[in-house]
């Protein structure tokens, strides 16, 4: 009677064992990218970021963890968005043991930047041959992929208007005429308009000294999506003339922006009364004038009249 109820707790410790080793996954999974690692779950999500037109590249390494023998016999399968690709690291069928390790290198190229989503799977077949008979179980290591894009577009408002204009790449932010020794100001707005975060990593202004860029953030700074860096660039002529410099903007992908700036120094604007002797050489008539420099007034000649 003992080894009857011995027998059947080992039975049923056996099936409860059973069920547990189901209920593990036979995989560790560790994803890496250029500067980051990780042990992630079956059925994690991964994050892509990418400029349109650029690329992120992760590798994911699957290395088997069981205790029986594991068969890829395809390739990896990817439904959603075409901005991602999978390539498996070998040609099917691959055979793993404990501690073997299959390799996929899944790449992200976003062709817009509303950002995209893929469902990941590599489809394989583990044998344990420990039972009698051998234990032949499909599976599949599943992964979702998300992708997101920054885009970055400029604006600039002039302070004499508080307009907002739009500022195509290689544009031109015209400042007003401007006194010389004054200052007009303006702010160019950078804003990322893309589904995923972005950095800007430099802003460099050459050309005339008249420019200065004001108040200039700690870089590389981040930018959500839907927000802003707002730059103040102050225009300050001390002589008159033309002025002329570029603002440059660098981001951690993707080629940098130029905008042109443009200014237009002048001087004060006099008003005078000119006063013009009648022939008693005392009485005054007005007469106005005005102009961009100041003029020297010219005393009336009286050298030729006779006074009573």
Known sequence: MRSLFAGRAA??????AGWGSAQTFPFQLRVSSTNNTAVVPNGS??????????SQAVRLTATYTGFGKVTVSQTPQLFGSADFTATLGGAPPITLNSGDSVIVDLLYKPTTATGANAQFSLPFTETISATSPPTVSQ????LNLQGTAPSFVLSYILQSDLNVVPLQPGGTV?????LINTTSQANVNVTNVGSG???ITDVTLTG????KLVGKPLLPVSVAAGQQLQLLIRYQPLVVG??????QISFNSGSPVTANLQGNAVSPVFSYNLIQADQTGYAARPHFASGYKCGRQEQPDHSGEEHG
């Open 11 to 16: 039975l049923l410790l056996g099936i409860f």
């Open 45 to 54: 999500s991964i994050g892509f970021s990418s400029s349109v037109g650029q």
């Open 139 to 142: 599976n599949q290591i599943s």
């Open 174 to 178: 015209p400042f007003p005429d401007t």
């Open 197 to 199: 975060t972005g950095q």
């Open 208 to 211: 005339s000294g008249a420019f």
């Open 242 to 247: 033309s002025d002329s410099a570029q603002v």
